[in-house]
Each structure stands twice: as structure tokens, then as C-alpha cells.
Nanobody, 124 residues
Framework: QVQLVEPGGGLVQAGGSLRLSCAAS????????MGWFRQAPGKDREFVAA????????RYADYMKGRFTISRDNAKNTVYLQMNTLKPEDTDVYYC?????????????????WGQGTQVTVSS
């Protein structure tokens, strides 16, 4: 059973930055694509960003481009989401996911494992 652990998250003022991390227990972490999604209460899980196993391919939701950056460190079995110029509407629970799809996926049902989620709150 793969475990994804997401420390971090927290409260930040609008315009500020935050970096999320997600550590995987999977020893073959470097073989899998990873993604970040977010979800508000009562809403579907929404794609944020994805990265390929090697880090050479990345995908972003259109409204994230230029503000968020996904990266990974395969030596540490960790994927990151650097979030800059945060807005109140970025307030959500953020989840990392692991997928067999080579460059990650926009679709949450293509992810096999999920982290527990971490709350990000952006105050105005």
C-alpha cells in the first residue's frame, strides 16, 4: 500500500507564497507521475498541476499558469507545489496523487493513491 503524506499547508495573506510537499512511501516513486488537485466542500476535485516520473513533463490548469510550479525530487520521494501570488479563491484542501500515467493526468480518476489532504487558507 502506497502512502502519500502531506505536511505543510496553512494560512497566508493574499499575495503571499506557500510551498506544499508530498512524500511517498513507494520505493519506485520515480516510475510514477504525480499530480496536485484541490477540492472545496461539496465540489469535485479540481486539477491543479501534474508532473511526469522524470520531471521533464509538466501540466497546469490554465488559471494556475505563472503562479504555481510543480517539481519533484526523486531522491527524496517527494513532489512539491510552489504557490505564489496566492488569492483568496485559492483557499481549498489540496491533495497530491500518484498515477501510472506518464505525464500525470488532468483527471482525478486516473490516480491510484492520494494523500490525506492539507488545508490552504488565503486571507484577503
Amino acid at each position: 500500500q502506497v502512502q502519500l503524506v502531506e505536511p505543510g499547508g496553512g494560512l497566508v495573506q493574499a499575495g503571499g507564497s506557500l510551498r506544499l510537499s508530498c512524500a511517498a512511501s513507494e520505493r519506485l516513486f520515480s516510475d510514477y507521475g504525480m499530480g496536485w488537485f484541490r477540492q472545496a466542500p461539496g465540489k469535485d476535485r479540481e486539477f491543479v498541476a501534474a508532473i511526469s516520473s522524470s520531471g521533464g513533463c509538466t501540466r497546469y490548469a490554465d488559471y494556475m499558469k505563472g503562479r504555481f510550479t510543480i517539481s519533484r525530487d526523486n531522491a527524496k520521494n517527494t513532489v512539491y507545489l510552489q504557490m505564489n501570488t496566492l488569492k483568496p479563491e485559492d483557499t481549498d484542501v489540496y491533495y497530491c496523487g500518484l498515477t501510472r500515467f506518464s505525464c500525470g493526468s488532468y483527471y482525478h480518476d486516473r490516480y491510484d493513491y492520494w494523500g490525506q489532504g492539507t488545508q490552504v487558507t488565503v486571507s484577503s
